[in-house]
DNA sequence: ATGATTATGATAATGAATTGCATTTAGTCT
DNA sequence: AGACTAAATGCAATTCATTATCATAATCAT
């Protein structure tokens, strides 16, 4: 049993609920498929493979994933959820080409005291906080600066 | 003519749009109501304000704000949209306390050189951004402590 | 003023996410 | 192992914010 699997299953029987094959189903397709995937890319997934689960069943299960500390919900703007592995991940933030949609993450610990500093000042408690950076990858600027 | 209207009536007749009235009883709503508001409670307000239009309109017209850079769109995670005046407003961040509501808005120079910093190290060319720090703000965070 | 074009309002439609409910399943107690 | 209780599932229906449709009205260049 991994780890991803030993904290779920905390989780559930903390607050008496049930490991179901569909939990696991969703679990293992979660661990296995590319960072930040959306509800919807993961039932597809899923279905693709014969390992079928039920979209609403989808939803649950990545809400009972967020709740146990496994994952964290993003919005990035194109009005779908995405889901990612937090879990033994250190912190980081985001960059998003608005092109190529690729999403690049990264991290930087100056950015971080500073988020702590600007609180302080404002008597403020930070429980998470959000950094993304909209633009064009380094493909994508190559692209536009040709077709100009 | 203030400064706002008139951006807003050169990107109107840069794009053969057309004034009208309804367009400009959202904008004096608009310039005279809280920052970081919604398309319903503008639309609530207007009609409390006997300048009623129709929600679409709202909508449609708050739109046509953002596209001419007098407006910015937010999302601050209630799934609601919330429009903030930026025309002739300084760039600044949100600090977003979760038990009130509120919203503090900051400005932090450094944070925005490390982040052109992170960009280029990555070979990121940035259009924009959002730094969001949720939390508790000073008020809340004592109630907090009390009733413990 | 005319006419072409854009805007509006009311309502229907959309799409992501959640919920209700009947049925199934898991886990516990004997 | 069997029975019981609470939770989970699938499906469809629902919700909510936002957008699209379309008939009618308003704007503005000529």
Redesign the pocket.
Known sequence: MNKEEELL?SH??R?????????S??LRAFLASARHI???ELYRKMKDENS?????????????FCESGLAE?R?FGD????YELVYNVSHHDHLICQECKRIIEFQNEEIEVLQEKVAKKNHFKIFSHKLELYGLCSDCSKVQAETK
């Open positions: 299953k559930i029987s607050h008496n609920l049930k490991v179901t094959k569909e939990r189903a969703v959306t509800a919807e079928s689960v039920g979209l609403a069943t989808i939803y649950r299960t990545l809400n009972l919900q919005q009005g779908q959820a995405r």
